[in-house]
């Protein structure tokens, strides 16, 4: 057997570990690992490199992916898929580990039709796959989020401002509603519990009432253009306050011991299930269980976060 590992779609801190526990794992079982750079497209234009244990060695550790990743559009498409197929059988791969979010799974499902054996590990910050508790990346951007935060709420204090902060996660509120929890926001607004401006204004100007004159409101990238936000609130409140994206810095930066961690159970659990000669299947962590479920149960499984938002009501 011979394994192909890519890492696609946004890197995320502890892609790194994924790629270091399947490639040690793989070893330890002598199998031979191939690292496609580039996502998908390294798979059409013939990008591999032989990955051993002295190449992933020290790279748990280091935030982004040593692969590389991309975004590859003609992968898309149908002829994009079987030349990537074609490429996996001149190599003689015939088992792939996938590593990347909602949309790398879709490719992933759709190479696992095409007769290759595939297994998704799940790499994205914005924690968005429903099926897993928690996705590889999600707990180093939370504490990054929440360390800039701290920064932003020292400046806030000393000057009696509030400040709009932006935060990733495409169309998941994760980062924003784990920070509220984590003590980091006084107002959230998140794609999935969305506030309108007077909402925002409404508890705001509560909260400045009852004599907080520095107030953080988190808000969800996406949901609305923050400067209109910013601009509305000074208009309507006769107030003056900030706005903060914090950007990509959010995804860069050593991984935490938690997702290290996390990524090498799953990375070697990937291993293990494809030499059990299962394909189709994504790997994730449910109460404290590592746990694979096939393609068809990504989105399905309703992990709603209802508890997390009644538990926002009573801190903020
Ligand atoms: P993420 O995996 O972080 O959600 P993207 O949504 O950008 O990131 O997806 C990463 C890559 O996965 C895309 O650039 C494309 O190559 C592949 N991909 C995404 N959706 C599909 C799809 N429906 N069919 C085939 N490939 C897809
Ligand atoms: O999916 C990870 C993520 O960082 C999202 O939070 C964000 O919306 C998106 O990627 C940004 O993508 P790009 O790197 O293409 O600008």
Redesign the pocket.
């Known amino acids: 057997m011979k394994i192909g590992i890519l890492t696609s ?2 890197d995320a801190p502890g892609m790194n570990a994924a790629i270091r526990a399947v490639v040690k794992s793989a070893s330890y079982n002598n199998i031979e690992v191939l690292g496609i750079k580039y996502g998908y497209k390294g798979l059409i234009d013939e990008e591999l490199i032989k990955l051993d244990n002295s190449i992933v060695d020290n790279i748990s550790e280091k935030g982004g992916t040593i692969l590389k990743t991309a ?1 590859c559009s003609e992968f898309m498409g149908e002829k994009g898929r079987r030349k990537a197929v074609d490429t996996l059988n001149k190599f003689g791969i015939g088992s792939v580990v996938v590593v990347g ?1 909602d949309g790398s799974f879709k490719g992933a499902e759709k190479l696992s039709k095409l007769g290759i054996k595939v297994i998704g590990l799940p790499g ?3 924690n968005d796959l429903a099926y897993t508790d928690y996705c590889i990346g999600f707990d180093t951007t939370l504490n990054t989020v929440l360390e800039c935060i701290g920064k932003i709420k020292d400046t806030d204090a000393s000057h009696e401002k509030t400040t709009i902060v932006e935060v ?3 169309y998941c509120g994760d980062l924003a509603l784990y920070s509220a929890l984590a003590g980091g926001g006084d107002i959230i607004s998140t794609s999935e519990r969305k506030l309108d401006f007077d909402t925002i204004c409404d508890k705001l100007s509560k909260n400045i009432s009852k004599g907080k004159s520095d107030n953080l409101i988190i808000i969800t ?2 949901i609305y253009d923050i400067r209109e936000l910013q601009e509305y609130i000074e208009r309507k409140l006769n107030i003056s306050i900030r706005n903060t994206v914090l950007g990509f810095i ?2 860069g930066g050593n991984p935490s011991a938690f997702d290290r961690i996390l990524a090498s159970k799953m990375g070697i659990k990937a291993v293990e299930l494809l030499i059990e000669n299962c394909t189709g299947r994504v790997v994730g962590i449910r109460n404290n269980k590592i746990i694979d479920v096939g393609f068809n149960d990504v989105n399905n499984i309703n992990t709603n976060k209802d508890r997390e938002y009644e538990l926002l009501n009573m801190l903020l």
Do not use: A
Request: positive net charge; aromatic residues 0%; hydrophobic residues 15%.
């Open positions: 779609g946004g975004r979010g994205t910050i914005d990733m996660g495409r990238e996406r959010q995804r």
